[in-house]
């Protein structure tokens, strides 16, 4: 392993045994160098701050759990679309101690600004022979963006969060639910 990766590392161990030891506001970037013996040069040569260092968590944690190219992107089915959440939800169900509280960062650079920016593109790719070339097609990609972060939240912190597949199958049967109902209710728009 190249001796920047032992580093970062290092780097995330620490912060992802700070967070369950403390709120993430109450960690500094000193803390995170003196609990693995690092000086803050090296931590600054990796990240801009301890919200780039929670981002980069997500993405290393997510490139090596979900494979994309398990995922044909050209064709993407329904069926690929909810196997790639689903592997995105049973990642999350197993780091859920780190994550509950990384979503519940605020402020600039927060994870869920992140997260956002990570599953934009795929939804607006996913959605787009729904929406078409409609003029909200950016508004209907941030309503779902943002109910997904929403869901991903409530399920995190419940106190018993079910097991990923039942959640994805909860939340892909209350979509389905959804559209039925309001085909039902503006059947001129089908």
Known sequence: MAESNITKNALKEAMEELMQEKAFDKISVTDICEKCGMNRKSFYYHFKDKYDLVNWIFYIGF???????????????????????????DYFYKERKFYKKALMIEGQNSFKDYYREVITPIISYVMSDLIGEDE???????TLCDMMISALILWLTSPEPVEPHCMVESYKNMLVRLAHKVTELFPEEK
């Open 63 to 89: 490139i090596s759990n979900v494979n994309l190219d398990d995922y044909d992107i050209e064709t993407h089915t329904p069926d690929e679309s909810w196997k790639l959440i689903e592997r995105l939800a």
């Open 136 to 142: 909200y097609q950016d508004f209907y990609v941030a």
